[in-house]
């Protein structure tokens, strides 16, 4: 899983949607957070919640707004 925090600001995409994650990985590199890939029927995994949930006071950007990754799946981080 994740070994290590980078930082409380990430972003989320679906890998499905992929010019989102790519453009957005680019920004993410650069700003030095965390891009999880996100499942946008099922969500994020186990893991990928356990992750946000250990940061404190996490922001999180959507890649491909709500039109991707609705709002419940979002909040479920």
Do not use: C, H, W
Not at 38 to 55: D, E, R
Request: without cysteine.
């Amino acid at each position: 899983m994740f070994s290590q925090k980078i930082g409380s600001t990430l972003a989320v995409a679906t890998g499905a949607n992929f010019p989102d994650a790519l453009t957005g990985g680019a920004l993410a590199a650069k700003m030095k957070f965390l891009v999880l890939l996100i499942n946008p029927t099922s969500g994020a995994s186990a893991g990928a919640k356990t992750y946000v949930k250990a940061l404190v006071a996490p922001a999180i950007y959507v890649y491909g707004g709500t039109g991707v990754l609705t709002n419940t799946i979002v909040k479920g981080l």
